[in-house]
């Protein structure tokens, strides 16, 4: 499969709990990005790590990046129940002209 | 930020019919757009990688014949669906990359085929 491999598959927890989802690949890459996906919506980016960079903030969120494991975790603070939706890592492979590709995504449940 | 529309956001047609998807980059010039399928309760899968005057390139398993696309300019692609059937009913995404590689999502065509 061209796919990564994201775990779990799915979450759900109440809100004010954190919430982490890890995301594994395959091949070496430029960088790993992180998007949110609501219902039959379009994908919300949330966040881009490089390969040299192994962590990174943005108000809420904190990734993670380890090259040598291959594998990124993202994780929500303080979740919302607005937080709820589909979580998918993509990885930007090295020589792959730029290509996405998508891990198989965690669908979380924040319960107010 | 850059912006990339998608026409139709929803279409419903026959079985046999062919549709066409447009994927336009509206304030940025894309040289290489991206063509992503998503069935539902799944991910995003790559099926083509669209370069502006040249052959899109065909991921492992997508019938180049069924899916044509056809990067005209460097804001526009488009993908046809060619003799529709229900199992092609899907979520479309594409992607554009601007000169600096950062790439943008389109909101998404929802097809549906009856």
């Known amino acids: 499969s061209q796919q990564g491999e994201e775990d779990p598959q799915a979450l759900s927890i109440q809100e004010g709990e954190n919430a982490t989802m890890n995301c594994s690949y395959k091949?070496?890459?430029?960088?790993l990005q992180w998007y949110r996906q609501n219902s039959g919506r379009g994908l919300v980016h949330l966040i881009l790590?490089?390969?040299?960079?192994r962590e990174k903030h943005s108000g809420r969120l904190r990734v993670t990046l380890d090259t040598s494991k291959k594998s990124s975790s993202l994780l929500i603070t303080a979740s919302r129940a607005a937080d709820t939706a589909s979580y998918f890592c993509?990885?930007?492979?090295?020589?792959?002209?730029?290509?996405?590709?998508f891990g198989q995504g965690t669908e979380l449940s924040v319960k107010p | 930020g850059a912006v990339v529309s998608q026409h139709p956001s929803r279409v419903i047609c026959k079985s046999g019919t062919s549709v066409k998807i447009e994927c336009r980059s509206l304030?940025?010039?894309?040289?290489?757009m991206f063509w992503y399928r998503q069935f539902p309760k799944q991910s995003l899968m790559l099926m083509a990688t669209s370069n502006e005057g040249s052959k899109a390139t065909y991921e492992q398993g997508v019938e180049k014949d069924k899916f044509l696309i056809n990067h005209a300019s460097l804001t526009l692609s488009t993908l046809t669906v060619t003799s529709a059937h229900p199992e092609d009913s899907s979520f479309y995404i594409c992607?554009?990359?601007?000169?600096?590689?950062?790439?943008?999502f389109g909101p998404g065509t929802r097809l549906t085929v009856t």
């Open positions: 304030d940025f010039q894309a040289t290489t």
């Open positions: 993509a990885t930007d492979a090295n020589n792959q002209g730029g290509k996405l590709i």
């Open positions: 992607s554009a990359r601007d000169r600096n590689y950062e790439q943008y």
């Open positions: 091949t070496s890459i430029n960088n």
């Open positions: 790590i490089r390969s040299n960079e």
